[in-house]
Protein backbone atom coordinates (compact mmCIF):
# COMPACT_ATOMS: atom_id res chain seq x y z
CA UNK A 1 0.00 0.00 0.00
CA UNK A 2 1.24 3.42 -0.75
CA UNK A 3 1.73 5.91 1.69
CA UNK A 4 2.88 9.59 1.50
CA UNK A 5 3.67 11.56 4.31
CA UNK A 6 3.60 15.18 4.91
CA UNK A 7 5.68 16.93 7.53
CA UNK A 8 7.06 20.28 8.33
CA UNK A 9 4.07 21.87 8.93
CA UNK A 10 3.29 24.77 12.33
CA UNK A 11 3.03 28.32 13.28
CA UNK A 12 5.79 30.83 11.67
CA UNK A 13 5.31 34.69 12.01
CA UNK A 14 4.97 36.67 8.44
CA UNK A 15 7.94 36.83 7.19
CA UNK A 16 8.97 33.70 8.18
CA UNK A 17 10.00 30.07 6.27
CA UNK A 18 9.08 26.63 6.64
CA UNK A 19 10.17 23.10 5.14
CA UNK A 20 7.69 20.60 4.03
CA UNK A 21 8.66 17.57 3.09
CA UNK A 22 6.36 14.39 1.38
CA UNK A 23 7.86 10.97 1.15
CA UNK A 24 6.43 7.96 -0.59
CA UNK A 25 6.42 4.90 0.98
CA UNK A 26 4.77 1.62 -0.71
CA UNK A 27 5.13 0.16 -4.09
CA UNK A 28 5.05 3.05 -6.41
CA UNK A 29 5.82 2.64 -9.87
CA UNK A 30 7.68 5.02 -12.31
CA UNK A 31 7.24 8.80 -10.18
CA UNK A 32 6.63 11.33 -13.02
CA UNK A 33 5.42 14.52 -11.68
CA UNK A 34 5.27 15.38 -7.72
CA UNK A 35 3.80 18.29 -6.65
CA UNK A 36 2.32 20.57 -3.55
CA UNK A 37 -1.12 22.28 -3.16
CA UNK A 38 -3.02 23.53 -0.77
CA UNK A 39 -7.20 23.77 0.27
CA UNK A 40 -8.79 26.53 2.25
CA UNK A 41 -11.77 25.58 4.14
CA UNK A 42 -14.39 25.90 1.73
CA UNK A 43 -12.50 26.51 -1.40
CA UNK A 44 -11.24 24.18 -4.05
CA UNK A 45 -7.79 22.46 -3.87
CA UNK A 46 -5.32 24.44 -5.88
CA UNK A 47 -2.22 24.02 -7.37
CA UNK A 48 0.96 25.69 -5.28
CA UNK A 49 4.03 24.00 -7.30
CA UNK A 50 4.79 20.95 -9.24
CA UNK A 51 8.33 19.31 -10.99
CA UNK A 52 8.23 17.27 -13.18
CA UNK A 53 11.27 14.04 -13.22
CA UNK A 54 12.93 15.71 -15.29
CA UNK A 55 13.36 18.68 -13.03
CA UNK A 56 10.78 21.20 -14.53
CA UNK A 57 9.25 23.50 -12.25
CA UNK A 58 6.00 25.60 -12.21
CA UNK A 59 4.27 27.65 -9.50
CA UNK A 60 1.33 29.35 -8.92
CA UNK A 61 0.83 33.46 -9.60
CA UNK A 62 0.86 34.18 -5.94
CA UNK A 63 4.04 32.09 -4.60
CA UNK A 64 6.67 32.77 -7.67
CA UNK A 65 9.58 34.25 -6.08
CA UNK A 66 9.16 32.85 -2.55
CA UNK A 67 8.56 29.32 -2.71
CA UNK A 68 10.93 26.63 -4.21
CA UNK A 69 9.85 23.10 -4.97
CA UNK A 70 12.25 19.88 -5.36
CA UNK A 71 12.66 16.24 -5.39
CA UNK A 72 15.11 13.09 -4.25
CA UNK A 73 14.56 10.63 -6.60
CA UNK A 74 16.29 8.12 -4.23
CA UNK A 75 14.38 8.59 -1.22
CA UNK A 76 10.77 9.40 -2.98
CA UNK A 77 10.50 12.67 -1.41
CA UNK A 78 9.57 16.01 -2.43
CA UNK A 79 9.95 19.03 -0.58
CA UNK A 80 8.65 22.65 -0.61
CA UNK A 81 10.97 25.26 0.91
CA UNK A 82 8.70 28.74 1.84
CA UNK A 83 10.11 31.95 2.62
CA UNK A 84 8.51 35.02 3.08
CA UNK A 85 5.62 33.31 4.57
CA UNK A 86 1.77 35.34 4.60
CA UNK A 87 -1.11 35.43 6.67
CA UNK A 88 -3.02 34.62 3.43
CA UNK A 89 -0.43 31.32 2.89
CA UNK A 90 -2.09 29.63 5.98
CA UNK A 91 -3.82 26.83 5.13
CA UNK A 92 -3.64 22.86 4.55
CA UNK A 93 -1.00 21.71 2.13
CA UNK A 94 -1.40 18.50 0.45
CA UNK A 95 1.53 16.37 -1.57
CA UNK A 96 0.92 14.89 -4.58
CA UNK A 97 2.33 12.16 -6.79
CA UNK A 98 1.73 11.07 -10.08
CA UNK A 99 2.70 7.56 -11.33
CA UNK A 100 3.03 5.09 -13.61
CA UNK A 101 -0.90 3.13 -15.22
CA UNK A 102 -2.04 6.79 -14.79
CA UNK A 103 -1.85 6.45 -10.76
CA UNK A 104 -2.20 9.43 -8.63
CA UNK A 105 -1.39 9.24 -4.61
CA UNK A 106 -2.51 12.44 -2.06
CA UNK A 107 -0.65 13.14 1.18
CA UNK A 108 -3.47 13.41 4.80
CA UNK A 109 -2.39 17.24 4.44
CA UNK A 110 0.13 19.11 7.25
CA UNK A 111 -1.60 22.52 8.37
CA UNK A 112 0.34 25.60 7.88
CA UNK A 113 -0.64 28.98 9.94
CA UNK A 114 1.15 32.36 9.26
CA UNK A 115 0.44 34.18 12.57
CA UNK A 116 1.57 36.60 14.54
Known amino acids: QVQLVESGGGLVQPGGSLRLSCAAS????????MGWYRQAPGKKRELVAT???????NYADSVKGRFTISRDNAKNTVYLQMNSLKPEDTTVYYC??????????WGKGTLVTVSS
Open 26 to 33: GRIFSISA
Open 51 to 57: ITSGGST
Open 96 to 105: RIDAAYDMTY
